[in-house]
């Protein structure tokens, strides 16, 4: 969210950032269909379902890769909390808060090359609410 200070200088954002360390593996060709079927249903669940597979000339031109995640290869920074007003802005009768930031699916909207007779699938009518993983398990 938005952190409102009574001063500039202390307004701010609540934030929430990580970053990995280390070296990226390529994934080999025999592995590549089911990382990417995965990647999409992380954001999509279910649509993989609904599409035709990959081409070989699609695959052949994404290239797949993976860091593995472990005890000493990440870093996590968490801003939150509430503004750090000094007594004499507390004091000042001025408001100060946090304004609540989200993110949400909107309504889906067709492309205009996409006949009008073609239902919008499950995958997409599922994508409602917050943004977030859906991905099961």
């Known amino acids: 969210g ?8 202390e307004s701010s954002f609540r934030f929430r950032s990580a970053v990995l360390f280390g070296t990226f593996e390529r ?18 669940p279910g649509r993989v379902a609904e599409l035709r597979a990959s081409s070989r ?3 052949a031109a ?3 890769l993976r860091m593995p995640i472990a005890d000493d290869n990440w870093s ?7 503004p750090e007003d000094s007594d004499e802005d507390i004091a000042a009768g001025v408001w100060a808060g946090v304004v609540p930031l989200t993110t949400v699916y909107g309504d889906p ?7 009008a007779a073609i239902p919008v699938p499950p995958s997409v ?12 398990g």
């Open 76 to 82: 996590l920074k968490v801003g939150g909390g509430w």
């Open 27 to 44: 994934i080999g060709d025999e592995d590549k269909v089911g990382y990417l079927d995965q990647l999409v249903d992380t954001f999509i």
């Open 109 to 115: 909207e067709r492309s205009p090359d996409c006949d």
């Open 125 to 136: 009518r599922a994508m409602r609410g917050p943004l977030v993983n859906r991905r099961p």
């Open 2 to 9: 938005v952190m409102v200070a009574r001063c500039g200088f």
């Open 57 to 59: 000339k699609e695959l």
């Open 62 to 64: 994404t290239m797949a």
